[in-house]
């Protein structure tokens, strides 16, 4: 028994009696009573005792844990270290309540730089964790975990169990999912949801709780923008972009674990597919399917981006030929290309030389440039590639369209087959007039220009059949089908190729 009342326990002991309730109360009287039996000196001598027992007791010198964390620089919000230390205490303190973890992070944030510029998206970040701040009650927390990402710990007096997580989850969502007015633009964004209760993770400790939450998030992530999933034992843990080391990464590019998944397009008033855009997945031996925001900005570390464009053209271009073998019509498949790449001046005949090798007619290959590219950039060797490509035959399509800020003059200056709406116009177009205004404008000018439109990003049978009504030709998205490997599109072309007679397609208003 001695050793409870050590220094610490004693330590303890004196700052709860200070601060509890009850000698609050007594203090005043306590000072009366003394001034009345001793006078001034025991009034004198109180004085010098009182202070000394608060600081015995610690409440004069506790540093305040406000200060005790370092907060990011963006937000305000404290970072990982007090997280991780929130969730320990849940598992080593009986006093303290369960604790249940979420990792949400918001969808394509990586891009937002690139759309809007950094300080934009610095302020977009900050209103968000100011957002979800004001939503959560004092007994939660909100950290930072950097790059639109924020771990949240949310305080229960009892078991919650996995639906309660799941309501907090969606709750959580719908506050990403607010507009946001960014000088003349609205954005609508989403984010994907990981959490973790605290009886399912491997290890009692608050790093493996919060490791679990990101485990979930990621798979979340492959599942598509706006998922929400819950860890179970049976998950693999997900390596973050950091722990992809230039030779593993390298290793993956040349053994064949990197392959594109292909997203079907269609065209609104047929129903007929009009291509597929192929979007790489990582089959990881051990990790299991990664997505792609996990190991991009580690490959575009390691300089590795255009050795991954010269897999996925191989593998695109390898599927078309095994389609037309089974007799599936696939017009065309797109491929990405950076600003890297096509800044590189042998980039138009490398791609010749594939095409040529493969027999595949140019007008099969669609090559997608990011807006932002085409509208800061004065590059000679980027014109030039994207000019000799469109001349060959090959379709060039500008993604993202509206994000970039590419004038009139620049969309012109090249041979474009069609304009891809960037999804933040597409989100809730079916119930926000502005959105509709937006479209309807984007498409009338691609029909003054004489190029075609896609609306990427489709996620809901309203917005498909409102883009219909407005006029637009193509679309992409969940709504039409995910993104799905070799073996199971050629399963859905086949499907698709039955029943497109039967699907009832959308009029353009008169």
């Known amino acids: 028994m001695a050793a409870s009342f050590g220094p610490k326990s004693l330590k303890s002991a004196v700052r709860s009696l200070l601060t509890s309730p009850q000698f609050t109360a007594i203090l005043p009287a306590a000072l009366l009573l003394a001034t009345w039996l001793g006078g001034e000196t025991a009034l004198l001598l109180f004085a010098i005792l009182f202070p000394g027992l608060f600081a015995l007791g610690g409440a004069l010198t506790r540093t305040s844990s406000k200060n005790q964390w370092a907060a990011d620089p963006v937000t305000g919000l404290p970072m990982r270290g007090k997280l991780v230390k929130m969730l320990d205490a849940c ?118 709780l919060l490791h679990a939450a990101e485990s979930a998030l990621q798979n979340a992530q492959v599942a598509g923008p706006g998922s929400i999933r819950a860890f179970s034992n049976g998950m693999a843990p997900k390596a973050a972009p950091s722990e992809h080391s230039e030779a593993e990464l390298s290793e993956a590019l040349e053994t064949g674990q990197m392959t594109p998944w292909f997203q079907p397009q269609v065209c609104l008033r047929t129903g007929r597919l009009t291509g597929m855009e192929a979007l790489v997945r990582w089959h990881h031996p051990s990790l299991g399917l990664i997505a792609p925001a996990a190991f991009l900005p580690a490959l575009a570390q390691a300089g590795l981006m255009e050795r991954l464009s010269e897999v996925m053209l191989f593998e695109c271009l390898t599927s078309i030929c095994k389609w037309d073998q089974l007799g599936h019509e696939v017009p065309t498949v797109s491929i990405n290309l950076t600003s890297e790449e096509l800044s590189n001046p042998k980039l138009f005949e490398k791609i010749r030389w594939d095409l040529d090798r493969f ?111 407005l006029g637009c030709s193509d679309v992409q998205g969940y709504a039409v089908a995910k993104p799905m490997p070799m073996d199971a599109i050629s399963l859905w072309i086949r499907n698709h190729k039955s029943t497109s007679d039967r699907i009832h397609h959308i009029p353009k208003h008169a």
Do not use: W
């Not at 993604?399 to 474009?416: E, P, V, W």
């Open 359 to 469: 027999d595949v007619s140019p007008e099969r290959l669609t090559l997608e440039i990011l807006e932002s590219v085409i509208a800061q950039s004065d590059d000679d060797v980027i014109a030039r590639n994207i000019n000799a490509l469109a001349r060959m035959g090959c379709n060039i399509d500008l993604d993202d369209f509206g994000t970039g800020h590419a004038s009139i003059a620049h969309i012109r200056r090249f041979n474009l087959n069609r304009i891809k709406i960037d999804r933040s116009f597409v989100t809730h177009v079916d119930t926000d007039t502005n959105q509709q205004n937006m479209i309807s404008a984007i498409l009338t000018m691609a029909k003054q220009l004489k190029i075609g439109a896609l609306a990427e990003g489709v996620e809901t049978h309203g917005e498909y059949t409102k883009l219909g009504e």
């Open 91 to 208: 598992f080593h303190d009986p006093e303290v309540n369960e604790k249940n973890c979420l990792v949400l992070e918001v969808d394509a944030f990586s891009q937002l730089a690139d759309h809007y510029g950094f300080d934009a998206r610095d302020k977009i970040e900050a209103r968000l964790g100011e957002a979800l701040r004001s939503m959560l009650r004092v007994t939660d927390l909100i950290c930072s975990l950097g790059r639109g990402r924020f771990g949240i710990v949310i305080d229960r007096a009892t078991r919650a169990d996995l639906e309660v997580v799941l309501q907090i989850a969606t709750r959580l969502q719908s506050v990403i999912m607010t507009p946001i007015d960014l000088d003349e633009t609205r954005l609508h964004l989403t984010a994907s949801v990981g959490f973790a209760l605290p009886q399912r993770v491997p290890d009692a400790t608050g790093e493996s």
